[in-house]
Nanobody
Framework: QVQLVESGGGLVQAGGSLRLSCAAS????????MGWYRQVPGKQRDLVAT???????NYADSVKGRFTISRDNAKNTAYLQMNSLKPEDTAVYYC??????????WGQGTQVTVSS
């Protein structure tokens, strides 16, 4: 079973920054596209950003220019740097790994709350 461990959520004022981390095992991380998604109660889970093994990134329009996804292959960890946070960014953020070998796996989620 793939295990993803997230950290870094919390409470921040509008305009502030947070960095989320997602750690995975080496074998999983090395072959997976990593992604961040977010979900608010009563709504579907939405894509925030993804990064491939080769470092190609993709962002939701709502976060372009404010969020940056990255990965450290030596540490088997993916990151989501969130700047200029807005109250509408408040959600539970989930890390996801995707590979043809192991399929899709999700982390436990971490709460991000942005106060106005």
């Amino acid at each position: 079973q793939v295990q993803l461990v997230e950290s870094g959520g919390g409470l921040v004022q509008a305009g502030g920054s947070l960095r989320l981390s997602c750690a995975a095992s080496r074998i999983i991380f090395s072959i997976s596209t990593m992604g961040w998604y977010r979900q608010v109660p009563g709504k579907q889970r939405d894509l925030v950003a993804t990064i491939t093994r080769g470092g190609n990134t993709n962002y939701a329009d709502s976060v372009k220019g404010r969020f940056t996804i990255s990965r450290d292959n030596a540490k088997n960890t993916a990151y989501l740097q969130m700047n200029s946070l807005k109250p509408e960014d408040t959600a539970v953020y989930y890390c996801k790994s995707s590979s043809s070998t192991f399929g899709d796996s999700w982390g436990q989620g971490t709460q991000v709350t942005v106060s106005s």
